[in-house]
């Protein structure tokens, strides 16, 4: 099969190559994969797991990507909830080959159904961004209706998400990002928006949650716009500075299937829209993640027509 492999940290997304690889076997409880659309997050060549397996063994080269659609081709042994033939999407295990690929071989729990009338296109750009908002949101922020949240990065594929799940909780959004981010922002239903590069980040302040996906200084500065009880929630890393009387959460998105059924429920019937962004085929997908192409959305490969 085709696929796409890395074998040097240092390079980033100029490593990577096409190349001819075997096509995987699914071990027990794993569901081969005919992979018709890929995402890909250009931070995950920075993840350990990119580059040892469980115990920390090298496993280069290795094949990127953790987002998938497709429709499944074979079952391992004692493998139940999924059958040959059928449409699925879902976020792949870490510390694996990804979705770069032509197949993949992955654990069936990590999956769900992906109805017949939604794209592959838009299946592969649901897992990241929708559970990392979804459990950020309901599960690590608690969030309520009339509360207020701070969303850093509005306009990105994982803040889209955020920003759309906050409106239908109820919340009051600010959103923040790069001054040609406001329109989009806003698109997605933020009621304000902060400019970056412009307006002051600390003109805010007493919010009930942040959701932080920049982390460095930004996420030092969002400490401080926490109300009391309030809540910074970040993937970005371990929070170097802690709210002064609230609570900072730092957390890695895990599969969940149920999750991803209740986030495809609302792309079908319009609540959600997935922000993707190029859209490129298997053979060009390395031109396709270099930085200067790259926009605000979710950068998806069509591996098969």
């Known amino acids: 099969m085709k696929a796409i492999v890395v074998t040097d940290q240092a390079a980033g997304t100029a490593g990577m190559t096409l190349v001819e690889r075997p096509e995987p076997a699914?071990?027990?409880?794993?569901?081969?994969?005919?992979?018709?659309?890929?995402?890909?997050?250009?931070?995950?060549?920075?993840?350990?797991?990119?580059?040892?397996?469980?115990?920390?063994?090298?496993?280069?080269?290795?094949?990127?990507?953790?987002?998938?659609?497709g429709v499944v081709t074979a079952l391992g042994y004692g493998t139940?909830?999924?059958?040959?033939?059928?449409?699925?999407?879902?976020?792949?295990?870490?510390?694996?080959?990804?979705?770069?690929?032509?197949?993949?071989?992955?654990?069936?729990?990590?999956?769900?159904?992906?109805?017949?009338?939604?794209?592959?296109?838009?299946?592969?750009?649901?897992?990241?961004?929708?559970?990392?908002?979804?459990?950020?949101?309901?599960?690590?922020?608690?969030?309520?209706?009339?509360?207020s949240v701070l969303v850093h990065g509005a306009a990105g594929g994982v803040g889209s998400m955020v920003t759309q799940l906050a409106h239908e909780a109820g919340a009051y959004i600010?959103?923040?990002?790069?001054?040609?981010?406001?329109?989009?922002?806003?698109?997605?239903?933020?009621?304000?928006?902060?400019?970056?590069?412009?307006?002051?980040?600390?003109?805010?302040?007493?919010?009930?949650?942040?959701?932080?996906?920049?982390?460095?200084?930004?996420?030092?500065?969002?400490?401080g716009l926490i109300r009391a009880g309030g809540t910074l929630v970040t993937i970005a890393g371990p929070p170097e500075v802690q709210p002064a009387n609230g609570q900072a959460i730092n957390f890695v998105v895990v599969p969940d299937r149920t999750q991803l059924g209740e986030i495809v429920r609302r792309v079908r019937d319009g609540r959600l829209r997935t922000n993707i962004g190029n859209v490129s085929t298997l053979d060009d997908a390395v031109a396709a993640f270099n930085p200067t192409q790259r926009g605000n959305g979710k950068t998806i490969i069509r591996v098969r027509p």
């Open 174 to 223: 600010i959103g923040t990002g790069r001054t040609a981010d406001r329109q989009t922002a806003l698109d997605f239903g933020a009621q304000e928006f902060i400019d970056l590069e412009n307006d002051a980040l600390e003109d805010i302040s007493g919010v009930d949650l942040v959701f932080d996906v920049i982390g460095g200084d930004i996420g030092k500065r969002s400490a």
């Open 26 to 69: 699914p071990a027990g409880n794993d569901v081969l994969v005919r992979v018709h659309a890929s995402g890909f997050t250009p931070g995950e060549l920075m993840w350990p797991s990119s580059w040892t397996d469980r115990l920390g063994r090298d496993r280069t080269p290795s094949i990127p990507g953790h987002e998938l659609a």
């Open 80 to 147: 139940t909830g999924l059958s040959v033939g059928q449409r699925v999407f879902g976020l792949t295990d870490w510390t694996r080959d990804g979705t770069l690929a032509e197949y993949a071989a992955v654990e069936a729990r990590n999956l769900a159904p992906l109805p017949g009338d939604v794209d592959f296109t838009v299946g592969a750009s649901m897992p990241i961004s929708g559970l990392t908002a979804w459990q950020g949101l309901l599960e690590h922020g608690r969030l309520q209706a009339g509360q």
